[in-house]
């Protein structure tokens, strides 16, 4: 165990019929993920799935790598992406009804020694927040054409919540040719609290109510989680949530 903890939940929400989302926590290792397979495509949910299975399957070698510091974190994590990648699409050639599901992911490691470090790799717009000394900070930057047209100038924060493409992903895994991870690596404190989740999410709930949720004193990362889920539920619960808190337990 490396003293940090992960709590998650996953709902379907209040409208849609199937979850296409799907996480781990795997404590052990170090290495938390959230997936969110792509909304109203064949397959999505088996796309997050099988993104999920993977991950977990290479949890150990992902800590011992890390750990070891070979090969680098980059190369590490982006080898690791592009075997998700694989799986999906070996999933789609031996089931080709399912040609087109892709997902999102959104994946974060801590290795505790030396000093405490966290990689993240994400491809999508499920996203990773650090909440430290009630002050919350984006870690990712979504692979959205929304993102594209904020950063060109195109669209304001306010437009962009209306306009018809905010949904349209750039990268997503099991879409050949994009599924590229972006990484990154930050130092983190023991009074740090990590947020992974879907956009399920973000969709429902401002960075600020966010913030706010997470900042409550004295609750544990069980019911920070369960309160994030049930006001994403409380606004309207319009597409599958998922969230995962990650936390350090004092040994």
């Given at each position: 165990m ?5 709590i998650?939940?996953s709902?379907?929400g209040?409208v849609?019929t199937v ?7 795997v ?7 959230v997936?969110d397979?792509m909304?109203?495509h ?6 997050a799935q099988?993104?999920i ?15 070891d ?6 190369d ?8 998700v ?10 089931h080709?009804q399912?040609?087109?599901?892709g997902?999102?992911i959104?994946?974060?490691a801590i290795?505790s020694s030396?000093?405490?470090?966290a990689?993240?790799a ?10 430290r000394?009630?002050?919350?900070t ?12 904020l950063?060109?100038g ?5 437009t962009a919540?209306t ?10 895994l099991?879409?050949?040719a994009?599924a590229?991870p972006?990484?990154?690596a930050?130092p983190?404190?023991?009074d740090?609290l990590v ?5 399920g999410?973000?969709k ?7 913030q706010?949720?997470l900042s409550v ?6 019911d920070l989680?369960h309160r994030l ?10 597409d ?10 004092p040994?």
């Open positions: 490396n003293g940090w903890i992960g998650g939940r709902e379907v209040l849609r979850n296409q989302d799907a996480f781990t926590v404590d052990q290792y170090g290495v938390w993920a997936a397979g909304g109203g064949i397959g999505g949910d088996i796309a099988t993104a299975t993977t991950l977990k399957s290479h949890a150990a070698s992902l800590n011992k790598s890390l750990c510091g070979h090969p680098p974190p980059t590490l994590l982006t080898t690791l992406i592009g075997r990648h694989e799986a999906i699409l070996d999933r789609t050639r031996s080709p399912l040609k087109g599901m997902t999102t959104v994946l974060l290795v030396p000093s405490p470090v990689y993240l994400h491809v999508g717009d499920s996203r990773a927040y650090r909440l000394a009630g002050s919350l984006p870690l990712t930057r979504d692979h959205s054409l929304i993102e594209k047209y950063e060109r195109i669209l304001t924060p306010v919540k306009h018809p493409e905010r949904h349209v992903l750039t990268r997503a099991g879409i050949p994009s590229t972006t990484i990154a930050f983190i404190q023991e740090d947020l992974l989740c879907s956009d999410l973000t429902m709930l401002e960075d600020d109510d966010i706010r949720i004193s004295d609750v544990d990362p069980t989680c889920v049930n006001a994403a539920l409380d606004r309207g619960g319009e599958n949530v998922t969230v995962v808190v990650v936390a350090h337990r040994s």
